[in-house]
Nanobody, 115 residues
Framework: QVQLVESGGGLVQAGGSLRLSCAAS????????MGWYRQAPGKQRELVAS???????RYADSVKGRFTISRDNAENTVYLQMNSLKPEDTAVYYC?????????WGQGTQVTGSS
């Protein structure tokens, strides 16, 4: 079984920065892609950023230029660097790993950008 362990969430002032971490129980190259989703109260879960096994990245329009997804292969960890945080970034952020046939999810971590 695969486990994704998230950390780094918290409360930050608007304009501040935060880095989320997602540590996988195995090699991240076991997955086609990994990414970060977020879900605000009353809203559907949305893709924030993703990175493929080949290193290609994509971002939601709302976070382009502010968020950066990266990985540390030796640590089997993906990161989401969040800069210039806004109150509208407030949500529960989930780590996702996409395998060939199964998706895995972390438990979620709360991110709050206060005004």
């Amino acid at each position: 079984q695969v486990q994704l362990v998230e950390s780094g969430g918290g409360l930050v002032q608007a304009g501040g920065s935060l880095r989320l971490s997602c540590a996988a129980s195995g090699s991240i190259f076991s997955f086609n892609a990994m990414g970060w989703y977020r879900q605000a109260p009353g809203k559907q879960r949305e893709l924030v950023a993703s990175i493929t096994r080949g290193g290609n990245t994509r971002y939601a329009d709302s976070v382009k230029g502010r968020f950066t997804i990266s990985r540390d292969n030796a640590e089997n960890t993906v990161y989401l660097q969040m800069n210039s945080l806004k109150p509208e970034d407030t949500a529960v952020y989930y780590c996702n790993a996409d395998s060939f046939s199964v998706d895995y999810w972390g438990q979620g971590t709360q991110v709050t950008g206060s005004s």
